[in-house]
Structure formats: structure tokens, C-alpha cells
């Protein structure tokens, strides 16, 4: 099982598109559990993230971060 509160396995994301006609599908992109402060390496793997996201199927995407 997936740590909760983190990005979801692509195949979820792409189930729950399946599962919803109309554009409601929002991914949450967190790469760790911990506070909201992200090193670069950590903001270009969201990154990546949120290019797959888009490829699987969302319709958008959920970040918290601080800076």
C-alpha cells in the first residue's frame, strides 16, 4: 500500500479516469511525507510528477509547498 497523502500510483490515476466522465480528476503531487519545504531536486522530481500526471490523464494537479 501506498503511503497516503503522497502521489498515487499511475494506474490509479488512470482508473479513477476512467471512472469519471467529467473533468474532476485532480492529483495530489507530494514526493515525501514531512514538512512543505522542497530541495531542487525534490521540485524537478514534481515535476517529472506532474508531466506524468497529465499523461495519464488528470485534469490537473494539487501541490502544498513553502517557501
Known sequence: MQDEGLTPGW???RTARSAFTRPSVLVMIRTRA???SFA???VRTMEEQI???A???ADGVVIGALC
Do not use: M, N, P, S
Open 55 to 57: 499523461d495519464v490523464g
Open 34 to 36: 514531512g514538512d512543505f
Open 51 to 53: 508531466r506524468r500526471a
Open 40 to 42: 531542487i531536486a525534490e
Open 11 to 13: 494506474e490509479l490515476v
